[in-house]
């Protein structure tokens, strides 16, 4: 018929970022994307059964993109420190950038409980799990490579705690953003003292 909207998962996909950008990852819901396409809400479902599985195709672009970030500041680094230093910076200022897409990243799966993944569902974690895997053996690499840190620690181990810090961190600052209420201290010094725990470095500021 004319003038009716065409359906694909791109134009889903694209539909559903706006409305995270503009409403949050609580916006996010079959109803919404259907209205902002001007279609039934059951022409979404057709095309995404599940609500994972859109979040999946919004989430493992931008999951790419940080890994992208993170093994090219790592590159160059000289010493298993360096790499810490440098892959932490760098997802930090990755996210940074675009908190509306971290969230839709690392939240936005945790506000329906009610879907979970079972069984075969499972597989669509892959893609997730196959990109996580390569930033963290690009650490454990850096790590592994300089013998006098750490040395007996589980370097694999170690890189996705780095992960998870650096996680940690932007999940505060994004809550310190929704809710209008700055954290005490400056973004910079907290990623300071952040990697001087990571190292056994001195803070720089």
Known sequence: MAGRPR?????IIGHA?????????????FQAVAAA????????IYWYPSKWELVRDIAVPGLKA?????IA??????????AIERFLRALVDHHLADLGGFRMLY???QFDSRESLQ???RQMLNPIHETTSSMYAALAAKIVADTSFLADD???????????????????????????DPLAHQTGPLVDSMVALLTHRPATS
Not at 7 to 11: K, S
Not at 73 to 82: F, H, K, L, Q, Y
């Open 7 to 11: 359906i694909t998962r791109e134009a």
């Open 17 to 29: 970022r706006r409305i995270v950008a503009e409403h949050g990852t609580a916006g996010l819901t």
């Open 37 to 44: 396409l001007g279609v039934s809400k059951q022409a979404i």
């Open 66 to 70: 940080e890994a992208d970030a993170t």
């Open 73 to 82: 500041a790592i590159g160059e680094a000289g010493s298993a420190a360096d």
């Open 107 to 109: 939240l936005a799966s």
């Open 119 to 121: 069984g075969e569902g």
């Open 154 to 180: 589980h370097p694999r181990r170690l890189a996705m705690a780095v992960h998870m810090a650096g996680i940690g961190l932007l999940t505060m600052l994004a809550l310190a953003e929704s809710v209008e």
